[in-house]
């Protein structure tokens, strides 16, 4: 896995060129590469000696790829199957829920070493339409936690970093209607 990319690089700004089918072996190696990242983040050993920061998602952009790519690997319960793995290509909302969620720990990002504090309102469910490798085209409803991730990792597609939708003036400002995720 080639280096995360940390804020100042303007690739993490840029809006990233759509992929095109069919996919080169290179495109299909990175891939299967950004995939392999999130299962090794995830696994302690792994983690502790690689000393890999954790992820559930990790987008092109972060790797310098200026693609519109992403991989997504949200884990079920210890020894479950995961509740969404997938790798995202050309991935794009459809519709979005007036319904805004917020993780209540704020959010992170493998592509900014620092913390910001604050609450990052997404829509708590979206239609989601990507391709995968073989070209399939797929459309799924997700909401929650994995529609927090997806939007996440779309953001990055679109140049746009988590922080960038904290409340300047109040972090923590909710709306009344909006839902908070432990
Ligand atoms: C929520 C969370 N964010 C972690 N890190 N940040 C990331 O994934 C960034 C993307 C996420 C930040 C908020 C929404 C998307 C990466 N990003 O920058 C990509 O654009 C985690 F690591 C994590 N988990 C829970 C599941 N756990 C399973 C066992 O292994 C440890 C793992 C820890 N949950
Ligand atoms: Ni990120």
Same mark, same amino acid.
């Given at each position: 896995?080639?280096?995360?990319?940390?804020?100042?690089?303007?690739?993490?700004?840029?809006?990233?060129?759509?992929?095109?089918?069919?996919?080169?072996?290179?495109?299909?190696?990175?891939?299967?590469?950004?995939?392999?990242?999130?299962?090794?983040?995830?696994?302690?050993?792994?983690?502790?000696?690689?000393?890999?920061?954790?992820?559930?998602?990790?987008?092109?952009?972060?790797?310098?790829?200026?693609?519109?790519?992403?991989?997504?690997?949200?884990?079920?319960?210890?020894?479950?199957?995961? @509740?969404?793995?997938?790798?995202? +290509? %050309?991935?794009?909302?459809?519709?979005e829920?007036?319904?805004m969620i917020a993780l209540? *720990?704020?959010e992170?990002?493998?592509?900014?070493?620092?913390?910001?504090?604050?609450y990052v309102p997404r829509h708590d469910?979206i239609?989601?339409?990507?391709?995968?490798?073989?070209?399939?085209?797929?459309?799924?409803?997700?909401?929650?936690?994995?529609a927090i991730v997806v939007q996440h990792?779309?953001d990055?597609?679109?140049? @746009?970093?988590f922080?960038?939708h +904290? %409340?300047?003036?109040?972090?923590?400002?909710?709306?009344?209607?909006m839902?908070?995720l *432990?």
């Amino acid at each position: 896995m080639d280096d995360i990319i940390r804020e100042g690089n303007p690739t993490l700004r840029a809006r990233a060129q759509k992929v095109t089918f069919p996919l080169t072996a290179e495109i299909k190696t990175l891939a299967q590469e950004m995939m392999e990242f999130l299962e090794n983040s995830q696994n302690p050993e792994l983690a502790e000696k690689y000393k890999l920061r954790a992820g559930v998602g990790l987008a092109a952009p972060q790797v310098d790829k200026s693609l519109r790519m992403t991989a997504v690997l949200v884990p079920g319960e210890e020894g479950q199957p995961a @509740i969404f793995k997938h790798v995202l +290509i %050309n991935p794009t909302i459809l519709s979005e829920s007036v319904q805004m969620i917020a993780l209540s *720990e704020g959010e992170g990002c493998l592509s900014v070493d620092r913390e910001v504090p604050g609450y990052v309102p997404r829509h708590d469910k979206i239609k989601l339409r990507w391709y995968d490798l073989d070209g399939q085209e797929h459309i799924e409803r997700l909401k929650d936690y994995p529609a927090i991730v997806v939007q996440h990792e779309i953001d990055h597609l679109n140049g @746009i970093l988590f922080y960038d939708h +904290i %409340n300047k003036d109040n972090p923590f400002a909710t709306t009344d209607d909006m839902l908070l995720l *432990e």
